[in-house]
């Protein structure tokens, strides 16, 4: 039976314009899987083309867009020029900034062209489908949020689940204050709004605010009190003890609707800034992380090419000097191109490690793409490089083919790196007798790793990085981003190895149940 189309679920119609073809996959992915049609644009002229041929209900821009920008789309868009060129009646889509470029004065512009909301780079999974979808489908903002109703009488308890029901929300009845408390308490991280009655027996709703606010310390719990009482006393009571409104019965749907939205909007907007705390402070790491990495790597090479500068205009010396000089120049260079592009790649899998997209693959047909690259790289070397796969090295799981070919590239090179002439590079795919796992080996009679070294061999702030045997430029960041696709992979990595004698890198990755 064949899937409907989108034409036929009547979908609604998202345009990312995005020169990135990395980041326009992954938030096609992430919309489609939030029941959006996607159309994608790489750069400006194409998004001009697509806004004239169809009707949008959404576009998501980026502002770096080359010759034409994102500024310059969303002011073609809304012009009059634009309007009078179509046959169609033309009506601007919502525009959301997916951009790197943040700053207040690119937000205020932005906004002062119209955008509705703004999303950095690198964005968290999920951030972007919460963003369109509280635009397209403000309703489902309250979807999944969990609510605690409070009534002795089960009519009304009924009658306000109903409603909330009907917005996505889950709701947990309780018949007394009482009962209402030992839920709180057990439940507490989950719950997201209380709605209560005064009179109630065991405990009265006066009271179960008190005890929410004071024995359970919850300060931002909103809890809004439904009660047919209007003695002004009993009002004054409930918001003495903490509640956040009061409702009078009986109470008209769209009443308790309005109130109930102010308050869950508070809520999911404080949610929202823990979250955006929360990726900041991950951000920020990432930063230092990075910073420690450059202030202490790139002082040398720096400094090499800075000291072979200076000798070249002081002591001006002859053709086969400066040649040699230059030499020594090119390989400082070389070093510095390396260690930004590993250093970018560690930042890049850091802050895409929810985004990778996991497929059911075999990994020995991975190891067999990557191998003629590899003989050739080990054969220019005089290494002898041989892969062998066991009987029980085939079997299916969860990985992503690109990341696994980085993994097998970088330590079967690292291994040919350190190896010297006439040494030999084996590479070994079997499945753990006892763990069932998918064992990838990298072994080498290469000149070993210090054991002092060993401990630091996966730390990117570590300085592990060494020449090859015949003078390759090393980092010493490959390993540390082997290791973090292995674990993305939900594998683990283990190294042995001796001075002289050679090392082994040892990974082992769950199979797919």
Request: hydrophobic share 40%.
């Amino acid at each position: 039976m064949n899937a409907p189309s989108a034409k036929t679920l009547n979908l609604m119609k998202i345009l990312i314009v995005e020169d990135s073809s990395t980041i326009r996959k992954i938030a096609a992915r992430e919309l489609t899987d939030g029941g959006y049609e996607i159309v994608e644009a790489a750069n400006g002229e194409e998004a001009l083309h697509h806004l004239s041929q169809n009707a949008f209900d959404l576009m998501t821009l980026d502002i770096e867009l080359g010759e034409l920008n994102g500024f310059d789309v969303l002011e073609k868009i809304k012009s009059p020029e634009f309007a009078r060129s179509l046959v169609i009646q033309f009506t601007p889509p919502p525009v959301v900034f997916l951009t790197g470029m943040d700053s207040l004065e690119v937000r205020r512009r932005g906004f002062d062209k119209g955008a509705m909301d703004f999303i950095t780079k690198p964005f968290l999974s999920g951030e972007l489908l919460r963003t369109v979808d509280n635009i397209l489908k403000p309703q489902d903002r309250y979807r999944g949020m969990d609510v605690l109703i409070v009534d002795d009488s089960p009519a009304v308890r009924n009658i306000v689940g109903d409603i909330l029901k009907k917005e996505g929300m889950n709701t947990h009845l309780a018949e007394d204050g009482q009962q209402a408390f030992e839920y709180a308490r057990e439940h507490l991280k989950d719950l997201d709004l209380i709605i209560t009655d005064i009179h109630m027996p065991h405990m009265t709703g006066i009271e179960l605010c008190d005890k929410v606010r004071k024995d359970l310390n919850h300060k931002g719990m909103p809890i809004i009190v439904l009660s047919a009482a209007s003695d002004q006393k009993d009002i004054l009571e409930v918001f003495k003890a903490g509640a956040s409104d009061y409702l009078n019965k009986p109470f008209a749907k769209e009443e308790l609707l309005a109130r109930m939205r102010v308050h869950m909007d508070l809520r999911y907007t404080n949610r929202e800034l823990s979250r955006k705390v929360s990726q900041l402070k991950r951000l920020g790491k990432m930063k230092d992380d990075f910073l420690a990495v450059c202030s202490h790597d790139l002082v040398g090479p720096l400094g090499a090419i800075r000291g072979f500068a200076d000798l070249i205009d002081l002591t001006q010396p002859g053709p086969e000097q400066t040649s040699q000089y230059t030499l020594q120049i090119r390989k400082s260079v070389d070093y510095l191109v390396t260690l930004v592009r590993e250093l970018l790649d560690i930042g890049r899998i850091q802050a895409s490690s929810e985004e990778m997209e996991m497929v059911l693959l075999d990994i020995a047909n991975v190891l067999e793409e990557s191998k003629p690259s590899l003989e050739q790289l080990a054969s220019m070397k005089d290494v002898k490089l041989t892969a062998h796969l066991a009987a029980s090295g085939r079997g299916l799981m969860n990985g992503n083919k690109s990341a696994l070919i980085r993994i097998i590239n970088n330590l079967t090179i690292n291994a040919i790196k350190f190896t010297p002439q006439k040494g030999a590079v084996d590479i070994l795919l079997n499945e753990d007798p006892e763990t069932k796992e998918i064992c990838l080996s990298v072994n080498d009679t290469g000149i070993g790793i210090p054991e002092t070294m060993i401990p630091q061999l996966f730390d990117p702030k570590a300085n592990t990085s060494r020449p090859g045997t015949d003078g390759e430029v090393s980092t010493g960041l490959g390993l540390s981003i082997v290791q973090k696709l292995v674990e993305q992979h939900g594998g683990r990595i283990n190294v042995n190895s001796r001075e002289g004698t050679g090392t082994s890198f040892h990974i082992c990755f769950p199979k797919a149940n």
